[in-house]
């Protein structure tokens, strides 16, 4: 059985204890960074000017740095406490592709927004760079509730999330287990884990697998004693003849100025490659299980009539209990609600985190 490409088939090679213990929380808060940045440094898109971009660092349970883009209203009033959200970046992306775009315009219909880079890509920790480990990813996503939750004007009971591509299956991850998300959406959804055990429409043998889990098991061996490191799928640089349909839909936006973005120090031949040795923890990932326990907090499931990931939308809103909805939005791909501000439904978006986080 031929299988199905998913993220792409190339593999690269490159180089008084409870005071004591208050006042040591509110010295950590205050050491969190704060900057206020210039939009056109950190976008490939236009920041309306009644927003106030900064540019915050802050840290995860395991103490690793998470770097984000805080997005405020410029007529917001701080002596007040207000709903928020997050969003979240494609899997293999940085928060400057699709996440900023999403927290910029949300921003700019009155709510406060919070992008972040995962841990282990852009400009947040972890080494090596590009690791898989879904479990820290949803750990992120909390630490972003942490840092929201703790500013003077933001509602630590009126917080949403959003999750687009591969975040779609970590923010459900995360809010399984972290009631402090109040109300969860998800655009173009990938389930990283069905993604990489089965690939799309079923279309990747067991076989396969094993092969795959094989190759990145030896890989191990090489970087324990010293040998380079192996990148793997993500989107290709070059077109060809013979380049599947998926993937001149992610070169579109991954390799051209429409979306291109890599991250200072970092290479633009790693962008969207996560590691060989640890791409296989996506097999154990298993986002769906117990969705239902999420309800009766609200999911709102975003997928495109095109899209090659609705599957895993559909998928997700068969599981998930009530409340619940899915839209599917008309003549649109799966990259095309990554940046297309004519196709993202943002009224709808707007809407259902103006009803739940009020």
């Known amino acids: 059985m031929k299988k199905v490409l998913i993220l792409g088939v190339m593999t690269v090679v490159m180089m008084g204890q409870p005071f004591a213990?208050?006042?040591?929380?509110?010295?950590?808060?205050?050491?969190?960074?704060?900057?206020?940045?210039n939009p056109k440094d950190y976008t490939t898109?236009?920041?309306?000017?009644?927003?106030?971009?900064?540019?915050?660092?802050?840290?995860?349970?395991?103490?690793m740095n998470v770097v984000g883009?805080?997005?405020?209203?410029?007529?917001?009033?701080?002596?007040?406490?207000?709903?928020?959200?997050?969003?979240?970046?494609?899997?293999?992306?940085?928060?400057?592709?699709?996440?900023?775009?999403?927290?910029?315009?949300?921003?700019?219909?009155?709510?406060?927004?919070?992008?972040?880079?995962?841990?282990?890509?852009?400009?947040?920790?972890?080494?090596?760079?590009?690791?898989?480990a879904p479990d820290i990813y949803a750990e992120d996503f909390s630490a972003a509730?942490?840092?929201?939750?703790?500013?003077?004007?933001?509602?630590?009971?009126?917080?949403?999330?959003?999750?687009?591509?591969?975040?779609?299956?970590?923010?459900?991850?995360?809010?399984?287990?972290?009631?402090r998300m109040k109300a969860i959406a998800t655009v173009s959804m990938y389930d990283m884990g069905a993604a990489n055990r089965n690939a799309l429409n079923l279309s990747q043998t067991l076989e396969q697998r094993k092969k795959i889990i094989?190759?990145?098991?030896?890989?191990?061996?090489?970087?324990?004693?010293g040998g380079e490191i192996k990148y793997t799928s993500g989107t290709v640089h070059k077109l060809d003849d013979n380049t599947h349909p998926i993937q001149r839909e992610?070169?579109?936006?991954?390799?051209?100025?429409?979306?291109?973005?890599?991250?200072k120090g970092s290479s633009p031949l790693l962008t969207t490659h996560p590691t060989l040795s640890s791409n296989t923890k996506f097999m154990n990932f298993y986002p769906?299980?117990?969705i239902e326990t999420i309800s009766p907090r609200p999911m709102l499931f975003i997928t495109g009539d095109q899209a090659h990931s609705k599957e895993f939308s559909e998928d997700a809103y068969k599981r998930a209990a009530e409340p619940k909805e899915l839209v599917v939005v008309p003549n649109s791909g799966h990259v095309d609600l990554y940046d297309k501000t004519d196709l993202i439904p943002f009224d709808k978006l707007e809407a259902f985190f103006k009803m739940h986080l009020k």
Not at 91 to 103: D, H, L, R, T, W
Not at 214 to 225: G, H, K, P
């Open 250 to 263: 992610f070169f579109d936006f991954y390799r051209t100025s429409r979306g291109e973005y890599t991250p």
């Open 214 to 225: 094989a190759e990145a098991a030896e890989q191990r061996y090489v970087e324990f004693t």
């Open 69 to 132: 883009h805080l997005f405020v209203p410029k007529n917001l009033d701080k002596n007040q406490k207000h709903s928020a959200i997050i969003v979240g970046h494609p899997m293999g992306a940085v928060k400057e592709q699709s996440a900023n775009i999403y927290a910029a315009n949300m921003a700019a219909r009155g709510f406060v927004t919070l992008s972040l880079d995962l841990s282990f890509w852009g400009e947040s920790g972890g080494e090596p760079r590009n690791v898989v």
């Open 45 to 63: 898109f236009k920041v309306s000017d009644t927003i106030t971009m900064y540019k915050v660092t802050f840290k995860n349970q395991y103490k």
């Open 21 to 37: 213990q208050a006042q040591s929380n509110e010295q950590s808060i205050k050491k969190q960074e704060m900057e206020q940045v």
């Open 145 to 179: 509730v942490d840092f929201l939750g703790t500013r003077p004007f933001v509602d630590r009971n009126r917080i949403g999330i959003i999750g687009v591509c591969g975040s779609g299956s970590f923010v459900i991850s995360a809010a399984k287990i972290d009631p």
């Open 288 to 290: 769906f299980n117990d």
